[in-house]
């Protein structure tokens, strides 16, 4: 069974850090580039990083540039997004998107809310 699962989103205060995980199982995941996503209430679907399959190049939304780091571990399945700097605009629901030239996943996302 093919899943994509995000997780360690939540409430953090403007300045704060968060680290979002995507773990994947049942399909070769290292053969994938994975990008990570966000969608804040009544806006679209945003683009905000991806990173190749080997993890050795990546590229950033000028908006989280400079503030957000995507990596992958492709022993363990899993990318991750750490987030620094954060700011109220950064809230929204953050997705994680699997894909090469013939499939394509999604996770089904994980809130995350910077307030004070």
């Known amino acids: 069974q093919v899943q994509l699962v995000e997780s360690g989103g939540g409430l953090v205060q403007p300045g704060g850090s968060l680290r979002l995980s995507c773990a994947a199982s049942g399909f070769a995941f290292s053969n994938y580039l994975v990008d990570w996503y966000r969608q804040a209430p009544g806006k679209e679907r945003e683009w905000v990083a991806r990173i190749l399959s080997t993890g050795g190049s990546t590229n950033y939304a000028d908006s989280v540039k400079g503030r957000f780091t995507i990596s992958r571990d492709n022993a363990k399945n899993t990318v991750y997004l750490q987030m620094t700097s954060l700011k109220p605009e950064d809230t929204g629901v953050y997705y994680c998107?699997?894909?090469?030239?013939?499939?394509?996943?999604w996770g089904q996302g994980t809130q995350v809310t910077v307030s004070s």
């Open positions: 998107n699997a894909q090469n030239f013939r499939r394509s996943y």
